[in-house]
């Protein structure tokens, strides 16, 4: 472990925060940005979207250029390492794809920004699509004429098929950079051998190489020796005996020739700026849409206090994504070239209290901390929360938002989790920032728990025990995503923040929790939780779970009808079954286990049936309707999704 800590502490060293870099006077650089259409085409067959008209579909590549020695700059991990051209700058490129509408006086002058995951586009499936953004779905989003943009941030995803970046490498003045890092897998099987690396192989020092393997998280490891390369970025290992399908392999080893992953942050502070000030005769796409109609608040007024194209920009990432905006808000990105704020509103979904390992030299934004695997991936440490406080353990002053205050360029913020991040990514962390204490969200920030909701509804993977949570959260994340338009653009108030707090009991510690009894299951409640590894020689920052009812569903968030009149329990939460690392937090999937129908079918279930809960005709019924005419009432339903929970729920 303490070789393992000095690493950690290697690799934070080499990704300050912008925020923390020395400060040079002199005129703000512009992003110098080169759109290489592909194509510009009709979206979504020609279909007309209500008074916003039709929709345009435009892809290609953004050529990119980055000034090294700019003050904005030096925090990008191994810039002053990348190949230069012969003015001095930077050179890289990223996909983009943007769907707008066709005529700009139909056009609403919003942008929503997804960053992309892993490259794909997934904000389809908010409008009730399938993950192809070539599906509208039920044409949500453009109904609302929103612009919505998607540009490459991953240097590391190369697939054609998806939304990359392309980075330079970094080299010392033509030699190859090297650093001993490590890569985890879990095969999930009894016969997988090949182990993928990260990065190429650069060098074979015995003394330098290691392969571990442990049963569970908290195991101790075991060295292995029986392994070979069969190429630079390739190992095949021998299996021991002993260790099952769900087993950690750990191989440390010399890697080469790192990426500029950080630029990845960069790449979207300058496209975004540049679509939003840039004009057409710069081969701005979206110019035109600047004699769009404005918005207009509440009394009247046409607000537009940054100039440029839009009135609003708002971005919004999921998952891997949510966590990436945490982090380029941390870093200071938000301010662009110019000292402009970047994006108005930022909407991290189901991120928890990480961030990613993007900025940092053999950075691996895929990878981030679980509670089984990757436990120590760079990303899950101080500060966890948006305000500025001190460690607990170090006694140093951030937050999320440090830098942005600093230079008053902070957007509005929804922080949006499931039940699931509480158990896999430290959530409770975001309310208590590491201390055992609720700590105070700053005023432009707002915090929703959905209740009941798992990482990834419905998935169902072989190494879970119990059958996969399919609640579908979605309508809530629609109706956030429109608030916060509203709130951007209209000034409009959001809902209050719907989050757990220590102080009315709502996050427990978790051998507090008690979960019920559910023989036909087998349900064992968890002994583990993901949380941050401290510091050498400092004990752990607390971490908290949501406080449940005697059903075992959560008490505190937004209680979705399905939870609030349940049919059955909604855990965040899998373990591991026997064969595959047992009783280890499975990822993703979350549990599901429904109520007996009857007395006499319950077999021992500490839970009340459906008939003794549920014992007139229609009474279900009628307590759902109340249940989504509250959410609507209180901002987190949209009408049109409300009347669609009740059709669906009805008679069931």
């Known amino acids: 472990m303490p070789k393992l800590r000095h690493l950690l502490m290697t690799l934070a060293a080499l990704a300050l925060p912008q925020a ?63 190949p230069r051209a012969a003015d001095g700058m930077v050179e890289y490129d990223v996909d983009f794809v943007i769907q707008r509408p066709a005529d700009p006086a139909k056009a609403r002058r919003v942008m929503l920004y997804e960053v992309v995951n892993r490259g794909m586009r997934l904000m389809a499936m908010m409008a009730g699509g399938s993950p192809n953004p070539a599906n509208p779905g039920d044409g949500l989003l453009q109904r609302q004429g929103y612009t919505l943009v998607a540009s490459g941030w991953q240097g590391d995803v190369a697939s054609k098929a998806l939304v990359g970046a392309r980075f330079p490498i970094a080299s010392d003045k033509g030699k190859p950079v090297t650093g001993r890092i490590s890569t985890e897998t879990i095969f999930e099987d009894t016969t997988s051998k090949r182990i993928t690396l990260p990065y190429p192989v650069g060098g074979d020092d015995p003394a330098l190489t290691r392969l571990t393997v442990r049963a569970v998280a908290d195991s101790a490891p075991q060295t292995l020796t029986g392994w070979r390369f069969t190429d630079d970025r390739h190992i095949e290992i021998e299996r021991p005996a002993g260790f ?14 790192p990426w500029v992953m950080g630029l990845g942050f960069a790449a979207t502070r300058d496209f975004i700026a540049w679509l939003r000030h840039a004009p057409a005769a710069q081969g701005n796409p979206l110019a035109d849409l600047a004699a769009a109609p404005c918005e207009r608040d509440a009394k009247g007024a046409c607000a537009n206090p940054q100039g440029g194209v839009f009135s609003s920009a708002v971005a919004f990432g999921g998952s891997q994504s949510g966590r990436y905006l945490r982090d380029f808000l941390w870093q200071g990105f938000n301010r662009d070239l110019a000292g402009r704020r970047v994006f108005d509103g930022v909407i991290p979904f189901i991120p928890g209290a990480r961030r990613t390992f993007t900025n940092f030299r053999f950075a691996e934004p895929g990878r981030f901390s679980r509670q089984h695997e990757d436990h120590d991936v760079p990303g899950f440490t101080f500060p966890f929360t948006y305000a500025s406080l001190p460690d607990p353990n170090s006694g140093r002053i951030d937050g999320i938002l440090r830098a942005c205050t600093e230079t008053a360029t902070c957007p509005k913020i929804f922080h949006i989790d499931t039940s699931a991040e509480f158990w896999q990514a430290g959530s ?17 920030v707002r915090a929703y728990m959905i209740a009941g909701g798992a990482h990834a509804p419905g998935m169902i993977l072989p190494a879970c025990a119990y059958p996969a949570n399919n609640l579908n959260y979605t309508p809530i994340v629609r109706a956030m995503l429109i608030a916060m338009v509203d709130w951007t653009a209209k000034g409009t108030a959001p809902p209050a923040s719907r989050w757990p707090s220590l102080a009315r009991g709502e996050l427990k510690p978790l051998d507090a929790l008690k979960g019920p009894s559910v023989p036909a299951a087998g349900l064992v409640w968890p002994k ?22 005697g059903d075992g569903n959560d008490l505190p968030g937004i209680r979705l009808p399905q939870i609030s009149v349940p049919r059955g329990t909604y855990l965040g939460w899998n373990l591991r079954k026997a064969g595959y690392g047992e009783g280890d937090i499975c990822l993703l999937s979350g549990t599901y286990l429904p109520f007996a129908k009857d007395a006499e079918s319950r077999g021992g279930d500490s839970r009340a049936s459906l008939a003794e809960r549920y014992r007139l005709a229609g009474d279900r019924e009628a307590r759902i309707r109340a249940a989504a005419a509250q959410l609507q009432a209180e901002g987190f339903l949209l009408p049109e999704d409300a009347s669609k929970l009740v059709a669906a729920e009805a008679g069931q």
């Open 244 to 257: 099952d399908a769900g087993a950690i392999y750990r191989f440390e080893y010399v890697a080469k020739d």
């Open 428 to 444: 409770s962390l975001v309310g208590t920032g590491g201390t055992n204490h609720d700590v105070a969200l700053p005023a432009n």
């Open 20 to 82: 923390a870099q020395a400060k040079t006077a002199g005129p703000p650089a512009q992003p110098s940005v080169r759109l290489e259409v592909i194509a510009r085409t009709p979206a979504f067959g020609g279909q007309e979207f209500g008074t916003h008209g039709s929709y345009e579909t435009i892809t290609g590549k953004a050529h990119m250029r980055i000034d090294p020695l700019a003050p904005a700059n030096r925090g990008i991990a191994d810039l002053n390492l990348a």
């Open 528 to 549: 583990v939780i993901n949380r941050p590894i401290p510091p050498a020689g400092k004990p752990a920052w607390p971490a908290y779970a949501p406080a449940i009812d």
